[in-house]
């Protein structure tokens, strides 16, 4: 039975979903947040290590402008309304990307939840946020200098010391990676699902989960 550590989701779909409802995409992302919410208590009662969440792309960044402002006022409120929680929940929160393009407000929040959180234990949920992995690697490759390796290339990226994914889920119906962990992915079981990230449930991850430790994990071998 396959061993597993790390879950990684590209949640794609939120605006989808609220456009369906007849209440536009920013109701999707608000439900979005309530099923991320739901999916970190699943995994801590699944007992997994490390979840991923492609929170906001480098991409990202050519939506509209007012969308990109009410996403990043979500996260701010969430963080604002949830830290005594998820300080509580023993859930340690790491940010994966290059947060100087953001704004103060939300790199500072962000600092304050990573600095309270870092020593707790029961979940690791890394938000990547501002994240492109094409960026990540060459930002990995300027900083592997000497002894250049694996080991040491790795060190550089932002899932330093982190298992690299078992899982990678995706909901909305694509199938790609949409420039997400294109190094981590490198052996990961993927997933893709038509389903919207708002209508993912505990049991679509369950019924994963079990398709997963019934996998053949080769990794170049027979």
């Not at 052996?187 to 919207?196: D, G, M, R």
Request: with cysteine; aromatic share 12%; hydrophobic share 35%.
């Amino acid at each position: 039975m396959n061993r597993l550590n790390h879950i990684a989701f590209i949640m794609d779909g939120n605006g989808r979903w609220g456009k369906k409802k007849g209440k536009g995409r920013n109701f999707g992302h608000i439900e979005g947040v309530n099923t991320v919410k739901k999916i970190v208590d699943s995994s801590i009662d699944l007992n997994i290590p490390y979840i991923s969440f492609y929170v906001f792309s480098s991409e990202n960044w050519k939506r509209p402008k007012k969308e990109i402002s009410f996403l990043f006022r979500l996260i701010k409120n969430y963080f604002l309304k949830e830290i005594k929680n998820i300080i509580q929940q023993k859930i340690r929160i790491n940010i994966l990307g290059e947060t100087k393009k953001l704004s103060k407000d939300i790199k500072l929040i962000l600092k304050k939840t990573t600095s309270l959180t870092k020593k707790n234990k029961k979940i690791s949920v890394n938000l990547a946020i501002n994240y492109g992995s094409k960026k990540e690697l060459i930002r990995a490759f300027k900083k592997t200098k000497k002894n250049f390796n694996i080991k040491n290339f790795e060190s550089n990226l932002f899932t330093n010391n982190m298992p690299n994914p078992d899982i990678l889920i995706r909901t909305g119906g694509h199938q790609r990676l949409s420039n997400f962990m294109l190094w981590q992915l490198a052996y990961t079981e993927l997933f893709f699902l038509k389903k919207l990230w708002p209508d993912f449930t505990k049991q679509d991850l369950i019924k994963i989960i079990a398709k997963y430790k019934k996998c053949k994990r080769n990794f170049g071998g027979v």
